[in-house]
């Protein structure tokens, strides 16, 4: 089955950067997006952006352009985000997700999505 | 931007409908995919591409949209449905959008 196994949790000091793997499996890389989603503690979820894994393509949420780099690594079937200029407030379990080339944008859906890996900004 | 609106808590008794909305701007003519979020745990979906249901939704979940509201409603509610549900839509301009979420609570 499909399967995003994400890394495990960082600490990390506020104006470092973090970097999270998704390891996918049980379908073919390209032939979908990856999307990175955060989620602060006790809050909703809020999308950061999406890389097609084929061309490396991304679009990214406005309040995160300059900050957010997403790559793709299809040798190891593996996406990664990168997000830098960590402040406390960035402190949240990032999560990524599915969705697929075959959908368009306007009806698209995240299935599955990871297992989530918390980052915690603090001095 | 564009805004979902989602009131913060639904509650409901055992074996009743609940029913929880999504308000935004001519949503109507949007695809709305709603999320369910058990504690602990990463989203699902529960309705996508307009009212379909994934496998291992129960067909107690539904999907309906209309004018500037969307809405999820479950009926005969049982205490496993009690999690965080989120709607989402696709725009233009700010690419996916998620609602702030309801928490529904079984009483």
């Known amino acids: 089955q499909v399967q995003l196994l994400q890394s495990g949790a960082e600490v990390k000091r506020p104006g470092a950067s973090v970097k999270v793997s998704c390891k996918t499996s049980?379908?073919?890389?390209?032939?979908?997006?990856i999307h990175w989603v955060r989620q602060a503690p006790g809050q909703g979820l809020e999308w950061m952006g999406r890389?097609?894994?084929?061309?490396?393509?991304?679009n990214t949420a406005r309040q995160f352009q300059g900050r957010l780099t997403m790559t793709g690594d299809t040798s190891i079937t593996t996406a990664f985000m990168e997000l830098s200029r960590l402040k406390p407030d960035d402190t949240a379990i990032y999560y990524c997700?599915?969705?697929?080339?075959?959908?368009?944008?306007?009806?698209?859906?995240?299935?599955?999505w990871g297992q989530g890996s918390l980052v915690t900004v603090s001095s | 931007s564009y805004v979902l609106t989602q009131p913060p808590s639904v509650s409901v008794a055992p074996g009743n409908t609940a029913r929880i909305t999504c308000g935004g701007n001519n949503i109507g003519s949007k695809t709305v995919i709603w999320y369910q979020q058990k504690p602990g745990q990463a989203p699902v979906v529960a309705i996508n591409y307009h009212t379909d249901r994934p496998s291992g939704i129960p067909e107690r979940f539904s999907g309906s949209n209309s004018g500037n509201t969307a809405a999820l409603t479950i009926t005969r509610v049982e205490a496993g449905d009690e999690a965080d549900y989120y709607c989402q839509v696709w725009d233009s301009d700010n690419y996916w959008v998620f609602g702030g979420g309801t928490k529904l609570t079984v009483l």
């Open positions: 997700a599915r969705s697929l080339f075959s959908v368009p944008a306007t009806d698209s859906w995240l299935d599955p």
């Open positions: 049980g379908y073919t890389f390209t032939d979908a997006y």
């Open positions: 890389i097609n894994p084929e061309s490396g393509g991304t």
